[in-house]
């Protein structure tokens, strides 16, 4: 079985990804690691074991991230993943940390703003770069398609 070549992806969405794959590693272990330091920053949490889980999705993010763009693999599928994850996470930051959670979140929403800013930057980049290619030709008989002129 042949390998199949896939292109690199750009120097700025492999660097995002990496970047990004760092914090939501670090920051998804760190509950799990040690909940105390994490809520003696963030606050106290009622479910330590929802705390865990939600770390650990985020780390596991982090890691398919981290593994991408040190491989230079970063696909429009996952560029997808990491800004919808952070756009997921500024939403949640911004709609409950006035009153329900510790306002240390919103220094984790400008973060998270940053992520989403850099992925939709390196989408327009995209955009603007693509080719547009012409429809492929129509044929309307097995002649045509043979080049026999009809």
Do not use: N
């Not at 606050?43 to 596991?60: D, H, M, N, Q």
């Not at 429009?76 to 930051?93: F, H, K, R």
């Not at 929403?109 to 995209?126: F, H, K, Y």
């Amino acid at each position: 079985m042949e390998a199949i070549e896939q292109p690199r992806s750009e120097p700025l969405a492999s660097g995002l990804s990496v970047t990004q794959g760092i914090f939501y590693v670090a920051t998804g272990v760190w509950p799990i690691v040690h909940l105390r330091s994490f809520e003696a920053v963030t606050g106290p949490k009622l479910e330590g074991w929802l705390v865990k889980t939600v770390g650990a999705l985020i780390a596991v993010v982090g890691g398919t991230l981290l593994a991408a763009g040190l491989r230079r693999r970063v696909t429009p599928e996952l560029m997808q993943l990491a800004a919808g994850s952070a756009a997921s996470l500024t939403a949640v930051d911004i709609r409950y940390s006035p009153q329900r959670i510790s306002p240390v979140y919103l220094l984790d929403a400008l973060v998270e703003g940053a992520l989403v800013t850099g992925w939709c930057v390196i989408a327009a980049r995209s955009w603007k770069r693509r080719s547009i290619r012409p429809p492929p030709p129509q044929y309307t008989s097995p002649e045509d398609a043979a080049g026999f002129p009809t």
